[in-house]
């Protein structure tokens, strides 16, 4: 079954834990070698492989590794600029017309980088809250999704800074999240739809302001 054409389609469930196996580094831009397993298993010269929430082509494979190249404003703009030989990476293929959508839907577009402010336990599970910029935040809404380092995760708190998410045990196994300390950095992806809802609603009533399109206003107008 052929994936979604154009731009890729991810779920936000991570499918193994890959580790970078090398790096030709340029001035801003990069190709990088990963070693993996899962997603090798149908992997196809230009299949599209999000390596921690960032959408890449493959452009070289093996039986044990593949090959893509990072490009300036992918470097710029992502935590990949900081990988070295030996870092873990969450991999996710992209989603397959018949496949079940198990997170949410997630294109591998990074909008930003956040910082882990704090990682608390709470009963089996932790809890992570990062801190974002405004632009991002605009869109994180409680009780939504978001991806942090491609990982579909849904928001429990929104401040004026920070949000906050929690990983469940299975999910900080599996994923390079469940590694990472206070002060990491992680790439972070708003929902789509609540794109496109600012957009649309915004341009049916123009007098409203972003602030207004929060979870109660979603909710109240049948969009959630």
């Known amino acids: 079954m052929p994936e979604l054409g154009g731009n890729s389609i991810f779920t936000g469930i991570i499918e193994e834990i890959g580790k970078v196996k090398q790096i030709n580094r340029g001035r ?26 960032v959408c890449l082509t493959v ?36 989603l397959r017309l018949a496949d079940r959508l198990g997170g949410h839907l997630v294109q591998g577009h990074v909008d930003g980088i956040g910082t882990i402010m704090s990682k608390t336990p709470e009963d089996i599970a932790i809890a992570y809250q990062i801190k974002a910029e405004p632009d991002i ?26 949000f906050t998410v929690s990983l469940i045990p299975h999910t900080s196994k599996l994923t390079v999240l469940g590694w990472k300390e206070a002060g990491d950095k992680v790439n972070l992806e708003t929902d789509i739809v609540g794109r496109y809802l600012e957009k649309l609603l ?11 399109i929060d979870y109660k206003y979603l909710a109240e107008n049948g969009f959630i």
Do not use: C, W
Request: proline content about 2%; glycine content about 6%; overall charge negative.
């Open 202 to 212: 915004l341009k049916s009533s123009p007098e409203k302001t972003t602030k207004s």
């Open 137 to 162: 935040l605009r869109y994180v809404v409680a009780k939504g999704s978001i991806a942090v380092d491609g990982i579909s995760l849904t928001v429990i708190e929104v401040r004026e800074d920070n």
């Open 28 to 53: 801003q831009s990069f190709q990088i070698s990963i070693q993996a397993d899962i997603v090798l298993e149908d992997v196809k010269l230009g299949d599209s492989i999000a390596v921690n929430g």
């Open 59 to 94: 452009t070289e494979y093996s039986s044990s590794h593949f090959a893509a190249d990072v490009m300036p404003e992918t470097y710029e703009k992502t935590t990949l600029k900081s990988l070295s030989s030996g870092s873990r990476v969450n991999l996710e293929r992209a």
